[in-house]
């Protein structure tokens, strides 16, 4: 019998590759202009204070189980906090992606929080 070697080759490298820099920018754009928001987290709601004027998403990322994942909508055109209830949000440690843009600017941050 003849078997072939298998194709460890990444075939998504360069696309991979693309997509890591357009994070870091993102990233790096957050750290340049002490962009992150202020969160606050308290035993019915999380808040979120951004520094500026934002449209964009959050993620709430479980560790433990992807199917407890949540996205939600960041629009504070209004300039105040955006505030989301976590009565409904299983209790426990959770990453946090936030993607948005402020004054043409594109921003990506990530952080982990613990929801009691």
């Given at each position: ?26 990233e ?47 629009d504070?055109?209004?300039g ?18 936030f ?18």
């Amino acid at each position: 019998m003849f078997s072939s070697p298998v194709d460890d080759y990444d075939h998504q490298y360069y696309e991979d590759g693309l997509n890591f820099d357009h994070d870091y920018i993102r990233e790096e754009q957050v750290t340049k202009e002490h962009a992150q928001p202020a969160i606050h987290v308290d035993s019915s709601c999380i808040k979120f204070t951004f520094p500026q004027v934002v449209v964009g998403n959050v993620k709430f990322m479980r560790p433990s189980s992807d199917a407890k994942d949540i996205s939600y909508s960041l629009d504070n055109k209004s300039g105040l906090p955006i505030q989301f209830s976590t009565t409904h949000i299983a209790k426990g440690k959770w990453q946090l992606i936030f993607e948005w843009k402020s004054n043409n600017k594109a921003y990506l941050y990530h952080k982990e929080v613990y929801i009691k």
